[in-house]
């Protein structure tokens, strides 16, 4: 799999974890910003870690 290739699996894990944390969050109670602050980050550094991991193995 190219580079591309694992950008774009990684940019699609991105918004499946920031609407599934968003979900989770909204469900828990939690403020609206403090739910999208928090569904960013967390999402952002799934998808991070699973790129870093995948282009490290060269």
């Not at 499946?16 to 968003?22: G, K, M, P």
């Not at 828990?28 to 870093?52: E, K, N």
Request: hydrophobic share 55%; aromatic share 16%; proline share 2%.
């Amino acid at each position: 799999m190219s580079d591309e290739d694992k950008f774009g699996v990684c940019g699609i894990i991105w918004v499946i974890t920031l609407f599934l944390c968003a979900i989770v969050f909204r469900d828990w109670g939690f403020p609206i910003w403090l739910g999208a602050i928090l569904s960013l980050v967390i999402s952002i550094a799934i998808s991070m870690t699973i790129y870093s991991k995948w282009t490290k193995n060269k």
